[in-house]
Nanobody, 123 residues
Framework: QVQLVESGGGLVQAGGSLRLSCVAS????????MGWSRQAPGKEREFVAA????????YYVDSVKGRFTISRDNAKNTVFLQMNSLKPEDTAVYYC????????????????WGQGTQVTVSS
């Protein structure tokens, strides 16, 4: 089992930045891929970014490429999502996720989820 706790959400103006953090406990963090998803009101959950267990490979959905950066610190059991040039359409609850099997870039590989942190971008 892996327990995930997100932090760093908040209210920011369009064009601003936020850095989300997710601390993991339980199963060996450094051996599993990690990712971030988001869900806006009335919309399906969207798989936003992912990183391989060693940190050498990353995935981003097209809408955040060039603006978001995922990284991890295995020594601190923490994964980050640096979000720059935020837009109102980035407003959502952001969820940290841990993979149990499969490829790091596939949404279906992820079965551990945090409780989420709200990100609100005002125009």
């Amino acid at each position: 089992q892996v327990q995930l706790v997100e932090s760093g959400g908040g209210l920011v103006q369009a064009g601003g930045s936020l850095r989300l953090s997710c601390v993991a406990s339980g199963r060996t963090f450094s051996s599993i891929p990690m990712g971030w998803s988001r869900q806006a009101p009335g919309k399906e959950r969207e798989f936003v970014a992912a990183i391989s267990w060693g940190g050498g490979s990353t995935y981003y959905v097209d809408s955040v490429k060039g603006r978001f950066t995922i990284s991890r610190d295995n020594a601190k059991n923490t994964v980050f999502l640096q979000m720059n040039s935020l837009k109102p359409e980035d407003t959502a609850v952001y969820y940290c996720a841990g993979a149990t099997s499969g490829s790091y870039y596939l949404r279906g590989s992820y079965n551990y989820w945090g409780q989420g942190t709200q990100v609100t971008v005002s125009s």
